[in-house]
């Protein structure tokens, strides 16, 4: 049996307090009643830059912002540890460098009350939190996925529906067209009923588009070419009072689309652009290499090609950012629009394999990007 006063005792503490000190997965310091850092172990230097001789005589403030010190950050840490004799808590920190880090905080009153001491236990959590962030990122991307998934489906099988009683009245016009009745009133009627046939068929097709029914041709395309393919047509949807940059990163991967429905979805979104801005302002066509969260997947990351519009119209709010791509969705008046041009956008991002997502653009107005994921050659 080990007594308090066994030599063998007093060996095993030491080796553990030598252990301590050499710790370095955690930052562990002692604090005195004035916040100043008088003992630390080797784990400084791992979680914030510092030596311990550098360390040992500074201020626990130096180890927070200049704002959060401002504040008085460290000194509420403190002050709590001292009143309630153990704490913890999460909160930012800063390195010798000046990076920011998230950093748990254990604090536990080890002193006298004539001789306040601070024992404080750091651990950098900066992997974790952004693990965290990550799976509740996925989780948002999945649950709105889900969403939409949801409404396409059903926007799948009412446009269908939709279709075959179009075929029948357009089938039904054409029969009555042929028997060439002398009566200019009737052919008028026919000639506006037509038109709004081939109009239903239109929004038929949107529909389909949004509810991923359209049958797509992907082939494994270069975005430079695609976009300098098409640029004049695009210079020319945007008129001589919107000024079009192009800003695309090089050497980007090819990825799988189809070629003209891409070329539709941008047509699209440089047209609301041009309509936010009432005809004059700026946009920009970019694109660029970015690694995401793959949208349906478990958290897991992959590279994407993103091709954004942005613009420096007023942009979109916040709000109504969730709802923007589901069907009949506007925010134009009535008669302007159907609300159908995003979700299409939307419904081709995802048919392809990726994904659209609304954002902020540099010039200060809506920017939106569709993302593809890269193709890999097959060999």
Do not use: W
Not at 64 to 72: K, L, N, Q, T
Not at 88 to 115: H, I, N
Not at 208 to 229: C, I, K, M, N
């Amino acid at each position: 049996m080990i007594t308090m006063a066994d030599p063998q005792l007093a060996v095993t503490e030491g080796a553990l307090a030598q252990g301590v000190m050499q710790l370095r997965s955690c930052a562990i310091l002692g604090l005195d009643g004035d916040g100043q850092i008088n003992a630390c172990n080797a784990g400084v230097e791992a979680i914030f830059g510092y030596s311990r001789d550098e360390l040992c005589g500074k201020g626990f403030a130096c180890l927070f912002s200049a704002a959060d010190a401002g504040r008085g950050a460290d000194r509420q840490v403190l002050e709590r540890a001292l009143e309630q004799n153990f704490e913890e808590m999460g909160l930012p920190m800063v390195r010798k460098d000046g990076t920011r880090f998230r950093a748990t905080l254990m604090l536990e009153q080890v002193g006298t009350a004539q001789q306040p001491q601070v024992l404080v236990v750091v651990r950098d959590i900066s992997e974790y939190f952004q693990t965290q962030k990550r799976v509740r990122e996925a989780q948002e991307i999945a649950l709105r996925a889900q969403r939409l998934d949801a409404v396409g489906k059903l926007t799948l099988g009412l446009s269908h529906d939709f279709n075959n009683l179009l075929s029948v009245i357009g089938n039904s016009l054409d029969m009555l067209a042929a028997r060439r009745t002398g009566d200019e009133s009737a052919r008028r009627i026919m000639d506006i009923a037509h038109r709004a046939v081939e109009r239903g068929t239109q929004l038929t097709r949107q529909m389909l588009a949004f509810g991923r029914g359209q049958t797509l041709v992907p082939q494994r395309s270069h975005v430079h070419d695609l976009v300098y393919g098409s640029l004049e047509l695009y210079r020319r949807v945007c008129g001589q009072t919107i000024q079009l940059g192009v800003e695309l990163e090089k050497d980007l991967p090819p990825i799988s689309v189809d070629v003209g429905q891409l070329e539709a979805a941008l047509l699209n979104l440089l047209s609301n652009s041009r309509d936010a801005m009432h005809g004059v302002g700026k946009v920009v066509l970019e694109a660029r290499k970015q690694t995401m969260l793959v949208p349906n997947g478990h958290g897991e990351e992959a590279p994407f090609v993103c091709i954004t519009v942005g613009d420096s119209g007023p942009g979109i709010q916040a709000e109504i950012q969730d709802s923007v791509f589901e069907p009949f969705f506007t925010t134009k008046g009535v008669g302007d629009g159907s609300g159908l041009g995003l979700s299409q956008v939307y419904g081709f991002a995802a048919q392809s394999g990726g994904t659209a997502i609304i954002g902020t653009s540099a010039l200060g107005g809506a920017a939106i990007s569709l993302c593809f994921p890269v193709a890999y050659a097959t060999a």
